[in-house]
């Protein structure tokens, strides 16, 4: 529905008008000597019993005789009296008139009076009228201006005159091009003319005015807008009112502003990252250029000192001016501070600084001349700098110019500016903390995992480990190449649940216990039975917990044991990913293992499967964090997995980079979840010549028998010097055999890097090393063993037992 025109119908009019009021004319005795019809109709007498009569004698009530008495002697005083009077009516009714009284001189200069009267409540309404308008136009703080139909200034209040700085008659004709710059004075036009041509209000629009004489003020007003005419439908002219609310604005902005600054402020637990946030949100609402510099030792994720006062590493910047990012500091870049800059005071008192006109501001932007010579062109004026402050530390600065705004900056733009900073300082410190905390893990992790795996006869081996993203937190994945006794080598790969400190401290319990077990020579299951065992003491060590000691609930593992000389491959797992294995001529499938339980569980049993792997073959061990780094099935991560193992003429590093690039080529850009470890084997084989195995008969001559085969076999080697010594050995190592042991025994020579010689028989028993007293005639064989041997050890089979000795070359063997 179209809002209503005001035309001049609308109100009551002046009840004093000549067709509207009742007049009559009294002499300077008060006779009446005229009266009117409108008299008549509003007092009931007509002129016959009027004139010639006092009109004190039938117009007053005696009841107000002296109340009127009064009046006239006010109105003979004054010459002239207004005001309200009580009239009796002719039929006796008392009526309350508004009443107008002047003197009229005649020729013959005596006096009369004449007066006009109308209803009171029709007098009341008329001046309560005249008085709003006359307040509209001399003491409304609203603006309101009346414009013809040309849309010229026929008249504005006092409100708009304190706008344009002109007295209020001058801006009759003008036009509001005089006062408002181009941009802003065509949405004006634009707005009358379409009221003034559809009749049609418009009602409080906001919208930004520039003013001529004050271009770089921001004026924010709202506006409405109507249409006059007269009772015959004649357009007069179209009235505007004005309203500043560049206040109500600029709170609305603020509000606005820091609610964004709470949503995007603080998103992740990197310092970079929101130090570039707090860039983001300040401009261009706040200001046109910023830059964000923290004290070094806060990028480093370590707690600053009281004192500390530079240097600042720049860790934002942010801008609309052209250039201006090239011309100033670039992220990264260290900074000392000029000890005369607004940047160096904020930091020694602790306090935000407001530069609202700068002389020269580029002091602080670039110090170079070259550049300080490019930033004068910026145009930049006014200046806020904002320590960066959390429980109590003053982490860096915010700084933030204006140029292209010309308005400089205000204390509430400073308050402002300190609630972003005190928001942002808040995050950085947050930040700063986890990194700091993120760095102790990782050290830690690092520092339990192998830095070097070293090379071995049995395997070639490469490997990756990729810690999961800092908000994740450090993992507790880890891999090992363990070498045994024989030439043999472990592969493990594990993973414990959670993440943190207290997942990677796990973890290097773990492995400990890893290689603690496998130097013991056990089965694969068996070694994970312990490993079952240790996770379920250690989670019962730490019940009850606490937030500071989070609950270990499990860990994962898969152990596998590689003979060069056999090519015998044993695994075992607890609840890992099962293996991949690739054969020489490139085909691949997943190891059908037993599952097994996770770690942690307790007294399940494990089991073991054992494979023959050909020369050249593939074996990949890897945690779930691989096969689960993207949002896809986990099928299709081991068909990708298959796919980027089988390609052939690789070295292992290719390898490795290929699986990366099949299954982690968007990780820096997805939320990772889990860490990643990966051990890639190539298996090798012993060739025959360097093995040398007999069986002994269980008799008093096997020990001559096994040092003339041993004495024989080193000739063949070329390991001459060393028959004596190994002579000795494996004389003492049948000779415990033959005593302790049972049926048949073996005896084997491996030559490598070192000579290995092996002696097996039957029985479980261990032999145990003893310091033999003087008056014993016997003990001190295993004495002798130790000390001519570079390692030695006994291992378990399940036809019985298996001692073994590791002696150095003690030169390099010929073929």
């Not at 006096?111 to 009171?120: M, N």
């Not at 008085?131 to 200034?153: C, E, N």
């Not at 390609?647 to 979840?673: F, I, K, N, Q, Y």
Request: glycine share 8%; with cysteine.
């Amino acid at each position: 529905m179209d809002t209503p025109v005001t035309t001049f119908s609308e109100g009551p009019e002046d009840p004093f008008a000549v067709r509207r009021a009742a007049s009559a004319v009294l002499d300077d005795r008060g006779t009446v000597v005229g009266w009117s019809e409108r008299a008549e109709g509003l007092l009931g007498y007509p002129p016959g019993e009027t004139l010639g009569r006092p009109a004190v004698g039938f117009l007053v009530d005696p009841r107000d005789h002296g109340v009127v008495m009064d009046e006239v002697a006010a109105c003979v005083r004054d010459q002239g009296w207004f005001g309200v009077v009580p009239v009796r009516h002719r039929n006796g009714n008392r009526v309350e008139l508004g009443c107008r009284a002047r003197v009229i001189t005649r020729g013959d200069s005596h006096r009369e009076w004449f007066l006009v009267a109308a209803p009171a409540e029709d007098v009341v309404q008329w001046e309560t009228d005249r008085s709003v308008l006359d307040a509209l136009f001399r003491r409304s703080p609203i603006g309101l201006s009346v414009f013809a139909p040309d849309l010229s200034i026929l008249r504005v209040n006092r409100a708009i005159a304190r706008f344009s700085q002109l007295p209020v008659e001058q801006h009759r004709g003008l036009r509001t091009g005089d006062f408002l710059i181009q941009r802003d004075n065509d949405t004006v036009v634009r707005q009358l003319r379409e009221v003034l041509e559809t009749g049609q209000s418009s009602i409080s629009t906001e919208q930004h005015c520039g003013l001529r004489r004050d271009p770089g003020r921001e004026l924010v007003v709202s506006v409405s807008a109507f249409r006059m005419q007269d009772p015959s439908g004649r357009i007069l002219g179209v009235t505007q009112t004005v309203e500043d609310v560049t206040d109500r604005y600029r709170a609305r902005r603020r509000l606005a502003l820091l609610n964004e600054a709470s949503a995007r402020i603080g998103t992740t637990l990197d310092v970079a990252r929101t130090a570039q946030e707090l860039a983001e949100v300040a401009v261009p609402d706040l200001a046109d250029c910023v830059s964000v510099d923290l004290l070094e030792p806060v990028t480093r994720g370590e707690e600053p000192t009281q004192e500390m006062l530079g240097p600042v590493r720049r860790g934002a910047v942010r801008s609309i001016l052209p250039d201006a990012e090239d011309i100033m500091f670039p992220v990264g870049h260290t900074i000392h501070i000029p000890p005369e800059t607004a940047q160096a005071r904020c930091l020694a008192e602790r306090r935000p600084i407001l530069e609202a006109q700068l002389e020269g501001p580029t002091a602080w932007l670039a110090m170079d001349p070259e550049r300080a010579e490019r930033a004068l062109g910026l145009g930049i004026h006014s200046l806020m700098v904002v320590p960066l402050v959390a429980r109590g530390l003053v982490l860096g600065l915010l700084s933030l110019w204006r140029a292209r705004r010309l308005e400089p900056f205000e204390e509430d733009d400073l308050t402002l500016a300190e609630e972003f900073a005190s928001r942002a300082a808040v995050c950085i410190d947050n930040a700063r903390r986890y990194t700091q905390q993120h760095e102790a893990a990782l050290t830690l992790q690092h520092s339990l995992l192998p830095h070097e795996v070293p090379a071995h006869p049995a395997v070639e081996v490469a490997h990756r480990y990729l810690p999961a993203d800092a908000t994740t937190g450090v993992g507790g994945d880890w891999f090992d190449v363990i070498p045994l006794s024989g030439l043999r080598v472990a592969l493990v790969v594990g993973d414990v649940v959670g993440h943190g400190i207290h997942a990677a401290a796990t973890m290097g319990r773990l492995r400990t216990a890893v290689h603690t077990l496998a130097h013991l020579d056990l089965t694969p299951d068996e070694v994970l039975s312990h490993l079952d065992d240790l996770v379920d003491r250690l989670a019962a060590e730490q019940e009850p917990t606490d937030e500071r000691s989070p609950q270990v609930v499990g860990a994962t593992c898969l152990y596998a044991v590689y003979d060069p000389v056999s090519r015998h491959c044993a695994l075992a797992r607890a609840g890992h990913p099962p293996p991949a294995v690739v054969t020489p001529d490139g085909k691949v499938r997943l190891l059908d293992l037993p599952a097994g339980a996770p770690l942690g569980l307790g007294g399940l049993p494990f089991e073991a499967a054992e494979l023959k792997l050909a020369e050249g073959s593939l074996l990949a061990l890897y945690t779930e964090g691989l096969i689960q780094a993207r949002k896809r099935d986990v099928d299709e991560s081991l068909a990708d997995l298959c796919g980027a193992l089988t390609v052939p003429a690789r070295s292992l590093e290719e390898t490795c980079r290929a699986v990366e690039g099949a299954l982690l080529h968007d990780r820096s850009t997805d939320d990772v979840a889990d860490d990643v470890a990966l051990l890639i084997a190539r298996t090798r084989v012993l060739e025959a010549e360097k093995v040398a195995m007999w069986e002994l008969p269980v008799e008093a001559t096997a020990a001559a028998q096994a040092r003339r085969l041993t004495a024989s076999q080193l000739t063949e080697w070329g390991l001459e010097e060393m028959a004596f010594t190994t002579e000795l050995i494996v004389s003492e190592l049948v000779t415990n055999a033959y005593r302790y042991g049972g049926g048949p025994i073996a005896l084997r020579l491996i030559r490598d890097r070192r000579l290995i010689c092996e002696v097996s028989d039957t029985s479980s028993t261990s032999p145990h090393l003893r310091r033999a007293r003087t008056t014993d005639e016997g003990g001190r064989g295993l004495f002798l063993v130790a000390q001519l041997t570079e390692r030695w050890g006994t291992r378990y089979t399940r036809d019985g037992k298996t001692i073994w000795t590791e002696q150095p070359l003690s030169s390099t063997p010929t073929t």
